[in-house]
């Protein structure tokens, strides 16, 4: 605390992120990293990088970015936006978009940095709690809003909805905009981006995409919106009234590469998904209760053993899950989708613990 601090600075709760622990020898399934490498075309693009270059400023519109995005996607680059990982697009989303007369609304059970957001730029939110089944219900979300935000899959739960809800919820609410935040969306979710398509493009819907997870970049820090030119207009506004350069040299190369091989991300989220399917069913056979899961986590309790006991005595054999100390949520645990060895090491660990 000083007395040179902000009166916002000091009514912030920052969000916390996963733990990035230096210990060797950890099974890591805290943050629902990839446990397979970024595309070796990608490694390949940032290594053949001239340095000598990074004595100048990057492209400030990442267009070549913009245009392996949008030509993957079937878009027009100008529905493109790119940034420093998504938490900063969802930064720039929040007070370029977000920011309205009526309060955002979004769950109560979701990605923690949204209320984070909400508090440093003078956003009112209204939350709308998931059902008993931790599943988001769009029939919640009529009542007056300046904008609705939630992933698909839901973190942390893992759990989501078809496109075609997300549709009518969309055209539906067309007076402020539906931000669907599709980080975990290559493991098995329908994604709401050929609502974006075209002639038909729904104008008051955006989807925000990581770098991290399925392509496995979560130290490069790329991420991006599309949606209509206009809300991406509103989006670069922002940005450049923000940082004018959010993503370096090295990063934009080795984005590009990485999206133009959608077969290194296909590989490697069947894999993902093939472990999960087996890491649930030994779950099961534990007496785990888990939630279905089109994400590379899965969300997990034991009705018989706390979450934090179960938490600390992973962590004491060297196995790092999360564990959220909030209301609905203590008791479980959100474990991200690692190796079929890590995923043995785990259920090993848990069989003890248990036993
Ligand atoms: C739902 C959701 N959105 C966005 C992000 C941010 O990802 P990044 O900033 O690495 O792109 C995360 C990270 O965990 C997430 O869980």
Known sequence: MSRFWSPVVQTLTPYVPGEQPQMQRLV??????????????????????????????PDPEGAALKQAIAKLHGLDANQVFVGNGSDEVLAHV???????????????????????????????AQIVPLNENFEIKTA?????????????????????????????????NKDSVVVIDEAYVDYGTESCIPLLRGANCQENLLVVHTLSKSRALAGLRV????????????????????????????????????IEDQAHLEATSAKVIQTRTKLIEQLDALGFATLPSTANFIFSRHPKHAGAKLYQALRDRGIIVRHFKSPRIEEFLRITIGTDEQSNELVAALKEILS
């Open 28 to 57: 890591k399934l805290n943050t629902n990293e990839s446990p397979y490498g970024p595309s070796p075309k990608a490694l390949a693009a940032i290594e053949g990088q001239n340095t000598a270059d990074l004595r100048l400023y």
């Open 223 to 258: 991420g991006f919106a599309v949606g209509h030119p206009a809300l991406i207009e509103g989006l670069e506004r922002v940005k450049n009234s923000f940082n004018s350069y959010p993503l370096g040299r090295l990063a934009q190369a080795g984005a590009v590469a990485a």
């Open 94 to 124: 929040f007070a370029g978009l977000l920011k309205q007369n009526k309060p955002v609304h979004f769950p109560d059970i979701t990605y923690s940095f949204y209320p984070v957001y909400c508090k440093l730029f003078g956003i009112n």
């Open 140 to 172: 919640d979300y009529q009542t007056p809003n300046g904008g609705i935000i939630f992933p698909n899959p839901n973190a942390p739960t893992g759990r989501s909805i078809p496109r075609s809800e997300i549709e009518a919820l969309v055209l539906r």
